[in-house]
């Protein structure tokens, strides 16, 4: 049964998922948005009103696209009693025994391997890679071809920049930014910004 889908934010990613919604024959109901006006014309559908004005499309499925991992978190925990739609693009590859939380996105081309566990409200980019066996926490946000080796835990509201690498058996900790093209081979169990290669805390 086709679902009907309401994306919070009218940005850039809320391209990309309206655009995941739409492949996967669900419809796209309009954008809620509280910087554009209601009635605007946005990627072939319009902005029906203002974030908080969920509460009148309640029985619709909502997916918050906004890639601030915590503002995507106080939006989601601020909308009690709806039903989150989770955008899997059907060029995505997701291994068995796969499990993924409600309101993530998985956009074209990520791998996600066998016995791996991705949290709530996550963002896994474009062609990223997740290995077998990773526990990604809610709120995550991995950028486009960012790759996690086997068995890599990242902790609640961490972004992993783009192109950045773990190494196996790596544990990155809640609230860490890895920049771009970083490649981590220690665990991280700091909160911070991480860049380099190997990664050294800049922030
Ligand atoms: C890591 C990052 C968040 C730092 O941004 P910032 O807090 O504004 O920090 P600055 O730009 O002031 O950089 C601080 C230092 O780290 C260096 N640096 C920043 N990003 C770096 C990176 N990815 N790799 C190596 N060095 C980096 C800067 O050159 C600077 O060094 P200096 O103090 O010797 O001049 C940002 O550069 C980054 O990589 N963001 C990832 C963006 C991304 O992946 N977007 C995808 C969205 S889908």
Request: a negative charge; glycine letters at 10%; hydrophobic letters at 40%.
């Amino acid at each position: 049964m086709h679902k009907d889908v309401i994306v919070i934010g009218a940005g850039g990613h809320a391209k990309v998922i309206a655009d995941i919604v739409r492949k996967s024959g669900d419809n796209l109901i309009g954008f809620l948005d509280d910087s554009k006006q209601a009635g605007t014309e946005f990627f072939d559908a319009f902005i029906l009103g203002n974030t908080d004005s969920y509460q009148e499309y309640i029985q619709k499925e909502f997916i918050i696209a906004i890639g601030n991992n915590a503002i995507r978190e106080q939006i989601a925990k601020k909308m009690q009693g709806v039903t989150f739609y989770t955008a899997i693009h059907p060029t995505a590859v997701i291994a068995e025994g796969v499990t993924i939380g409600e309101g993530t996105c998985v956009m074209a081309n990520a791998v996600i391997n066998a016995d791996a566990r991705v949290g709530k409200h996550c963002i896994i980019n474009t062609a990223s890679v997740i290995e077998h066996d990773n526990q990604i926490s809610d709120y995550v946000h991995l950028s486009p071809v960012a790759a996690l080796a086997g068995t890599v835990t990242v902790g609640e509201r961490t972004h992993v920049g783009i192109g950045a690498k773990v190494k196996n058996n790596t544990d990155i900790c809640a609230d860490v930014m890895v920049g771009a093209g970083t490649v981590v081979v220690n665990s991280i169990t700091e909160k911070g910004t991480y860049v380099g290669v190997p990664a050294r805390k800049v922030k």
